[in-house]
């Protein structure tokens, strides 16, 4: 207070300086432009005495004696045109007009003197010198500075002097009332920290009584008021920490919103499914933070829920995340929180993810439907066999028992020829669907030929060029079946993302582990042309669920590719760009496959991953 006091009257007597000097400043300036005018009157009269009677060594001497002045710095004479002729120190041949000098020129009129500002504090009178309505010339004064500053001094002085008295006694005064006040509210300032700073039970309390005045019953009173307050916080910590723990805890979003749909407070799960950080949401609205059509919806509930006074339950709301475009689904439900009975102050929002369900649901419906499409073409498969086993009998008997001639035998032959085709095309659809259990050596050659003649059609139709590169002799020991599946998957997708006119590579080549050199194997190579993925698709790609194929993709393919590698010990590679700044676009997937003669059968794996 002392000090504040004290700076108080500071500022204050700074302020009546600041005006007293002002003021003096004005009035010291105005003297300055009256005697200026007067001294360059004056001078000018001198000047054209001297000049009619033709005594140019009168005008030297004026000159000096107007210089000679404690307040003028400089006088001098100058002719029409503006050339020095006299100065009062120095050489005339050595000054010469300023610009601003020049520029007052064309504004002299007879018997009139003028002041101008020269600049950094100087002022300069003028006037001219006529004889017979002739100019003959002008006259300069500047003032001197220090003379001006001078007049201040004593102002200054005294407005200090006076300052640091009235400052010294007003300290001490408050000095002496100060004891009298300060000391029990610095009790009061105490007990006032302790109660912030620790608990009531601390000892610091009740507080000693030290006088008996006001001050001694407002210490009484706060006495009384730390008692009730520390029989109000047992039982409201004990109820805070209560809701504490489950906010905290909760396996489920929880929030709290005002009437304009603010976050007030938010738990860490909530924070998570939003993908904003839990401080960010507090103060914000749902607007700012949420996808529109989702946060228009949930603030339609939560204003719902502010008029109504009722809860609304089991609001399913669905949105992308901004990413990875991976769909989400929430599950909403928003209750009232009052703290008056007749008056809603927030509305809680509870929030269950049941994004991974629906998912499952989605993927379930859909595995659903590819089961029983490849039971049903596996029966379609099987019952084909039949009839077309007798076609290909009766192929035989005409082509070798008929004696037929040309071109009926040409005719027989390309019925055999397509007869093989149909089973081929059956033995690969039954291939897919009953997968061996137990690894074998196989040929990949063979392999990937069989299953590139699936999809040939297809490729045909799209113009899609395939590039095979793989030596007929390179075999692998693993499960023919499964790593038919992942190639499938791989050729599949390169189909779905290159354009007409596309290239597609699948490459196979004895390898190393490019991790544990010293392993060999087979290393297959799935290369596109296509529309390439960006890196927030190809972060995700081997995650169940996920697909870019929105309604025809199950999200399932690169997953389940995923297992199979990992089961058969293999490593997966994938480089991938899309086009930009020119660059063409693409995909390659790299796999190594261990030639491992170890590997179990997958009854065996299967038990021992329950295991």
Known sequence: MLAGLVLLEALSILLFALLLVSKQARDIHERTDQRLQHQAVALALQVREALLENQPGWVSYSVRIAGESPNV????????????????????????????ERAAMPLLRENQARVFALGQGRWEGTAPIY???????????????????????PIVRGTFIFGVIWIAASALLVMLMARAISRPLAVLHRGTRALMDSPVEGGNFPLPVTVH??????????????????????GLNDTLSLLDSMLANAPIGLAFLDSSSRFVRVNQVFAGMTGISLSRHLGRTLAELLPDPVAQELEDAVQGVFAAGEPERNLELSGQQADSKRPWTWLVSAYPVRTMPNQVRWVGVIVLDASERKRAEEALRRTEKLAAAGRLAASIAHEINNPLEAITNLLFLLRNYCGLEQPAMGYVEMAEHEARRITEITQQTL???????????????????????LYQVRLNTLGIQVVRDYDPAISLFCFAGEVRQVMANLVGNAIDATAGGGRILVRA??????????????????????????????????EAFFTTKSVTGTGLGLWVSHEIIAKHHGLVHVKSRTTAGGRPSGTVFEI????????????????????
Do not use: C
């Open 73 to 100: 710095a400089l006088a001098k004479v100058t002719d029409p045109e503006g050339n020095v002729l006299f100065v009062s120190k120095g050489d005339a041949d050595l000054v010469t007009l300023l610009p601003v």
């Open 131 to 153: 004889t017979d309505g002739t100019l003959r010339g002008m006259v300069w004064v500047e003032n001197d500075r220090a003379w001006d500053t001078e007049q201040l001094q």
């Open 213 to 234: 005045n006001e001050f001694g019953d407002l210490i009484e009173a706060f006495n009384r008021m730390v008692a009730s307050i520390d029989e109000q916080r047992t």
């Open 431 to 453: 291939r897919f669907y009953r997968q061996s259990t137990l690894p074998a050596r196989t040929t990949m050659a063979e392999l990937l030929d069989s299953l590139l003649s």
């Open 509 to 542: 080549r004895r390898s190393r582990n490019w991790k544990y050199p010293e392993q060999e194997g087979v290393r297959l190579t799935v290369a596109d042309t296509g529309s390439g993925m960006g890196p927030g698709v190809r972060e995700h790609i081997f």
């Open 592 to 611: 190594f496959f261990p030639d491992n003669q170890n590997l179990a059968p997958q009854g065996a794996q299967t038990a021992a991953a329950k295991a």
